[in-house]
């Protein structure tokens, strides 16, 4: 019986269909994960964009020299003055705050569930203690505000109903968790034959965790303390709520101070026109904190790439 002649061409033509329905569908794949990648990217090239134009106008009409170095700040008041050094200054006592609360802790914490915590004990603590992660800010806020300033008060007369060392401390409760974790995992990815030479060499446990697996994990522990305090920088319900709106340039945590987030979230919900000078102030202030934070975020891009170890 003689081959039908049309069988090969007819199979060629659908494995050709179904071969560039495949392109076709990666090619859509492709595509649809740029568009997602690029919405990120060009949301960030967004807000810095309003942040660089609003500021600008801001600055056409008050002196860079009088916004970076003033020590009176009063942009909704007359006469106005728009010196960012009280801001400032409220946002680095609150952070440094948290910093003392949240980096020793957060670190103790991280070597025990790394060095000393056996498997089902780590198993139970790290989530309890991410858990506070998940916790509103709000709610720390109120916390500070309602729990942690009474109970201050009882041993601190002179503390106010808003202060900053109140919102500094719950700050540093909050962002405990992201050093603790992030130290860690680093902690957690030096091999295990670092550890084992040592015990070799007859070095207890504490020598061992802090002489080899420390050192071999800085990079990553570092890096965890730098995004913490961008963290902190950046924080806004809590200091909104708990450190009050002062903003007499000072550096005493027992009295009331507003921090820069604050600040913007204060005003950015008044009754200012948008068009005017006193609305614009956020933007500049925004623009400032941007700052600070992308050179934090900078610094740490820079010390993972410095003390990165790489191990096989």
Known sequence: MAANPLSVPQKKTIEF??????????????????FCAAVSVLTTVGIIGVLIFETIEFLQVVSIFEFLFGT?????????????????GATLVTSLIAMFVALPLGMLAA?????????????????????????PTVVYGYFALTFVTPFLRQYIPDLKVFNGLTAGLVMGIMILPLV????????NAVPNSLREAAYGLGSTKLEVTLRVVVPAA???????????????????MIVAIAAGQSTTLQFNPLNPMETMTAFIAR???????????????????????????FGLNLVSQRVLARFREVYQ
Not at 180 to 187: F, G, I, K
């Open 17 to 34: 269909s179904a071969s560039s329905s495949r392109r076709i569908y990666e090619t859509a794949i492709a595509g649809f994960l740029f």
């Open 267 to 293: 005003v950015s919900l008044g009754d200012n026109p948008q068009t005017s000078l006193e609305f614009k102030t956020i933007f500049a202030v925004g623009m400032l904190l941007f700052l600070i934070t």
């Open 180 to 187: 603790s974790s992030l130290s860690e995992d680093a902690m």
């Open 218 to 236: 800085l990079s990553g522990i570092v890096a965890a303390f730098i995004l913490a305090i961008s963290r902190a920088v950046g924080e806004t």
């Open 111 to 135: 070597i025990y569930l790394s060095e000393y915590a056996s498997r089902r004990t780590r198993g139970y603590l790290k989530p309890a203690l991410e858990i506070l992660a998940g916790v």
């Open 72 to 88: 009176v700040w009063t942009p909704l008041f007359e006469p106005a003055q728009f010196g960012v050094l009280p801001l400032v």
